[in-house]
């Protein structure tokens, strides 16, 4: 068991995949965080409510992202820019953790974000040594879903109106993988994080 996450994330602030460099956000990022950030398609199965102004969007980054060492801006690595974010949520004492992501919708479809969580995957099971991550989506997200079973997770339940948000009740479905399972799957993942 790791004894010090927090030094293990400080370590690893930036990790490289085949297309995207997962970083911390910076101040530059902010209005491609308002771009995806505005958009209602983007925020439809989110619980946070969005940015409206780029002001709102570099107090974001300066208040929120940037006192997590867990959270990571997506760069896309052809044009460097910032297409999403995605962050780890770590509870030490079950060694476990469970993350979220958002990610711009002019690049959906592309595998962009199985590569990130894949990469996440790897520094939780890997460098932070955990036993598992968890994670889950909204009914009627299921592209969410696609992302997490190709990253290796399994599907582990269904909760019918479990989550109120935005003042609606919302089903949730339940993905997970452990250790033991994400150490038979890693050495064929096609998206590992380089120089490992």
Known sequence: ???NYTEVLYDNQIINTERLILRK???EDAADLLEYGSDPEVLKYLTWEGKKTIEEAITSIVEYHWSKPSNYAIELKENNKCIGGIDLRIKP????????YVLNRLYWGKGYMTEALTAILHLAFDKLELNRVEAGHF????????????SGMLLEGFSPKSEKIKGVFQDLVH????REHWDELKNTKPNKPKGE
């Open 139 to 150: 009914g009627g997200n299921e592209g969410s879903g696609k992302v997490m079973e190709k």
């Open 175 to 178: 993905y997970g993988i452990i």
């Open 93 to 100: 004492t079950h060694e476990k953790a469970t993350f979220g």
């Open 1 to 3: 068991m790791v004894k």
């Open 25 to 27: 956000f910076k101040k």
